[in-house]
């Protein structure tokens, strides 16, 4: 039934349909993927208390313990905390640069599709007005031909002007929303990555510099 009533929503719109829903599903898609790259930081809060651990077991001189800390962990955060800790024994300055190498690997894919998605929620109610456009002058051929007398005969091309519009601002709104979302928590999430990573290198190099 579902399914039904949404092939003829699509086939009342018309071709401009099918954009409407490869710019959805392509949206969504990049969506999903970012979510699932993301999902264990996504509602993370204990930023601070994994962090005081790690410190505390490296002041403590217990650096395999700190390692497995970071081990059991899933997510952005454990990993790029365990490049510190893997990495501890190399120079300063050859630390430095490396992990500028590996968290921007490790960061990067976080949001390069959120552009991409801010794009196809803008295409999505153009293509709807496009829609509106191919609707209007649907129906003003039927005048042209028929007249208006018969409001049947209007009503295709009235439905595929609504439907398009509809169905881009359907999908445009959603998108928004959740790149709005994902983008605030990667900022976050990047921020504590950022504060982790420094507050590492700072006990590590100062311990380094009092033996």
């Not at 969504?28 to 930081?41: E, P, Q």
């Not at 059991?72 to 490396?98: C, Q, T, W």
């Amino acid at each position: 039934m579902i399914l039904d009533d949404l092939y003829h929503v699509i086939a009342a719109g018309g071709w401009v349909m099918l954009p409407i829903f490869l710019v959805g599903a392509w949206g969504f898609y990049l969506i999903l993927s970012t979510y699932i790259v993301i999902r264990a930081d996504l509602y993370r809060s204990d930023f601070k208390v994994t962090l005081d651990k790690l410190r505390a077991r490296l002041q403590a001189g217990d650096t395999a313990g700190a390692e497995a800390l970071l081990v059991a962990g899933k997510g952005v955060f454990p990993r790029s905390l365990e490049i510190v800790i893997h990495n501890r024994h190399l120079p300063e300055r050859a630390l430095r640069r490396l992990l500028e190498e590996k968290l921007s690997r490790l960061l990067h894919p976080l949001d390069s599709s959120l552009p991409l998605v801010a794009v196809l929620a803008t295409a999505a109610p153009l293509l709807g007005l496009l829609g509106t456009v191919t609707g209007m002058v649907h129906t003003f051929d039927v005048i042209t031909i028929h007249g208006n007398r018969n409001p049947v005969l209007l009503a295709d091309g009235i439905s595929e002007a609504l439907i398009t519009t509809q169905s881009g601002l359907l999908i445009a709104f959603p998108l928004l929303l959740m790149r709005h979302r994902l983008a605030d928590r990667i900022a976050w999430l990047n921020s504590q990555v950022e504060l982790g990573v420094s507050s590492l290198l700072n006990q590590i190099y100062r311990h380094h510099q009092e033996a």
